[in-house]
């Protein structure tokens, strides 16, 4: 039982209990845990005590909800290489990932709204959105903005579970020649938290990729939203990318 008398708060003791069952393998990966109400009847604990011992252990990486499931010990994070200029499906398939994409928004020509950053910022551009889940949980959401004139035509074809950087190689030619990231970490808003299945609350990675062309410059632009807590994001370097 936790300590009532400890100066430790009962939210840590609990969330230091559930954590070395985790650890010690008492409770494995992908297993549910007692629910909200178990754990109160078990520890004689209030339920907002409970839930924000939970939330601790959700932060670190350790839990993971399911909308409508339940809490689960979260399964070890996988890698992928997510910054190369292979472009997102590439880099799960590279780790024998069997990701799942789906279109969120079909793509169609149409004026975009004036955002920092974007380089069709006010102007038309091909914007389409879709999702990537790994066994059917999301992790990746990706909002994506084509030149007109580049991709001239791609609305035509299937985009369902290819490869973007493949469809652009194989029907126009283009390979990228270089291009620019940069990184933060925010917050979602309401829409892609649902989609993600998170809260607003929830911190994700955010990308902004702008490529290049040797039709032109920046002929490619997405942000994409990403769930660290099944996936680790990482970039490998060679020699010659240190300064």
Request: aromatic share 8%; charged share 25%; glycine share 8%.
């Amino acid at each position: 039982m936790l300590n009532p008398d400890s100066p430790i708060p009962l939210y840590h003791q609990l969330a230091e209990r559930l954590g070395e069952q985790i650890r010690n393998g008492e409770l494995a990966p992908g297993q549910r845990i007692p629910s909200e109400p178990q754990l109160v009847a078990q520890y004689g604990i209030g339920r907002p005590t409970v839930r924000q011992a939970l939330d601790s252990l959700v932060r670190q990486g350790l839990l993971c909800r399911r909308r409508g499931s339940g809490t689960y010990v979260s399964e070890p994070a996988r890698e992928i290489d997510l910054f190369s200029l292979d472009g997102t499906a590439a880099a799960f398939h590279k780790k024998g990932l069997a990701a799942q994409t789906r279109i969120r928004e079909a793509i169609r020509l149409q004026p975009i709204e004036d955002t920092p950053d974007n380089p069709f910022s006010g102007r038309t551009a091909y914007y389409f959105s879709r999702l990537t889940c790994l066994d059917n949980a999301p992790v990746l959401l990706e909002d994506l903005y084509l030149h007109p004139q580049m991709f001239a035509g791609i609305e035509d074809l299937d985009l369902a579970g290819r490869s973007l950087s493949g469809i652009a190689a194989e029907h126009f030619m283009l390979r990228p020649q270089g291009g620019k990231q940069s990184f933060r970490i925010g917050y979602p808003d309401a829409a892609r938290a649902r989609c993600l299945d998170v809260t607003t609350t929830t911190p994700l990675l955010q990308v902004e990729r702008r490529l290049d062309f040797a039709a032109g410059r920046d002929g490619f632009f997405s942000r994409l939203f990403c769930r660290t807590d099944h996936i680790v994001f990482s970039q490998h370097m060679g020699a010659s990318d240190h300064g």
